[in-house]
Each structure stands twice: as structure tokens, then as C-alpha cells.
């Protein structure tokens, strides 16, 4: 079974910090995904990452897939209120299957 | 209305009881999924389907049963619901590929006393 380890489990901070959340895996993936859930609605894809040590940006928010496609960051630079939620990494695999990380519950405050 | 959809989003039921859970997509995507949420473990895979008549066990099937005889529906049913079967599920769907996205319905929070 793959399994994906993310970290930190929850993270408060205030507006304008930066965060990191890490994605770790000893499985190596065809390609990585990240979504986003809020709370009673079902998670939504931010990025997808393909290529070992491929970056990718999005507003403020930068992703990294390793080079050896194990794992994945998600920075995100100046946090806002409306950064929070429920963050999901998810490596592609096989027949279109997801496995998904444990997630990371991040809440920025003003 | 174009999408994923989901219905009951809630439900509540007593253990022993068989309950079916609805999806329903308009996109005419081949894969569709069922997960699990639960705190502490993410998103688990219960039985995913690429195309009608075609499904496959996933990660934590057992006590769960599905059917696919058309493509815009995957049903999933708890054949005699346990107190573990207390979950949100969400439901998903997605065009072949390693890179698609994969779209996910609302959601049902289903409550077994």
C-alpha cells in the first residue's frame, strides 16, 4: 500500500506569514496533485505536478515535486484569511487511482 | 445541472440497516470513485470503476457494494451499516489519464447509531 505522510498535521498562523506544508512518500509517483477542501465541500484541484524537480506557481502559492518524485511542497508566501482549509496532496498511480495524504488543516487569522 | 452531485448529503441510520449512497455526474467521464473521510486518515478509496459495468475494489472496501450500469452513475450501498461506516463520503470522477483531475461531489455525512 503507498502511503503519503503530510506535514504538519495543523497549522495556525497569522496573515502574511509563510508556510510550508510537506508531502512525503518511499513510493515514487507518475504525477502528484493538490487540492484544496473547505469545510462541507469536496476538495478541488490547485496543481498538478509531473516532472521530477518541477515548479510550479500559482498567485502565491509555489509548488515543488521532488526529483525523484517521492514528495512534494506547497509554499505559500504573505498567507490571507482566505488561505484556509484543508490541503491535500494525492500521487497518480495506476488506472487513474489517487492516494491521498492524511492533509494538513491550516487556519490564517488577521 | 452540469457537475457532480450527491444525494442524501446527510443521513442518518441505525446499524444493521442497508443504505444507498447516490452519485450522479454529467461530464460522461469513464472513472468514477467513492472515498472515505475520516479525521486522521484523509481520504480512503473504496471502490473505484473505470468504466460501466466495470469496478474494483480499493483501499477499505469491505461492507460496502457498488454497481455501475450507467456511465453518469455510481451507487454505493452498505449492505448492513456499522457504527464504523460513520463518515462523510465523498464521491469523484474523472476522465482517463494519470494527469486528469479528478472532480469531487459535495459530499454525504452519514450518521450509524
Known amino acids: 500500500t503507498q502511503l503519503l505522510e503530510q506535514s504538519p498535521q495543523f497549522l495556525s498562523i497569522q496573515e502574511g506569514e509563510n508556510l510550508t506544508v510537506y508531502c512525503n512518500s518511499s513510493s515514487v509517483f507518475s504525477s502528484l496533485q493538490w487540492y484544496r477542501q473547505e469545510p462541507g465541500e469536496g476538495p478541488v484541484l490547485l496543481v498538478t505536478v509531473v516532472t521530477g524537480g518541477e515548479v510550479k506557481k500559482l498567485k502565491r502559492l509555489t509548488f515543488q515535486f521532488g526529483d525523484a518524485r517521492k514528495d512534494s511542497s506547497l509554499h505559500i508566501t504573505a498567507a490571507q484569511p482566505g488561505d484556509t482549509g484543508l490541503y491535500l496532496c494525492?500521487?497518480?498511480?495506476?488506472?487513474?487511482?489517487?492516494?491521498f495524504g492524511t492533509g494538513t488543516r491550516l487556519q490564517v487569522t488577521l | 445541472d452540469a457537475g457532480i452531485t450527491q444525494s442524501p448529503r446527510y443521513k442518518i441510520t441505525e446499524t444493521g440497516r442497508q443504505v444507498t449512497l447516490m452519485c450522479h455526474q454529467t461530464?460522461?467521464?469513464?472513472?468514477m470513485f467513492w472515498y472515505r473521510q475520516d479525521l486522521g486518515h484523509g481520504l480512503r478509496l473504496i471502490y473505484y470503476s473505470a468504466a460501466a459495468d466495470i469496478t474494483d475494489k480499493g483501499e477499505v472496501p469491505d461492507g460496502y457494494v457498488v454497481s455501475r450500469s450507467k456511465t453518469e452513475n455510481f451507487p454505493l450501498t452498505l449492505e448492513s451499516a456499522t457504527r464504523s461506516q460513520t463518515s462523510v463520503y465523498f464521491c469523484?470522477?474523472?476522465?482517463?489519464?494519470?494527469?486528469?483531475?479528478?472532480?469531487f461531489g459535495p459530499g454525504t455525512r452519514l450518521l450509524v447509531l
Open positions: 461530464w460522461s467521464h469513464s472513472y
Open positions: 469523484a470522477s474523472t476522465a482517463a489519464g494519470l494527469r486528469e483531475t479528478q472532480y
Open positions: 494525492a500521487g497518480a498511480s495506476t488506472a487513474s487511482k489517487l492516494t
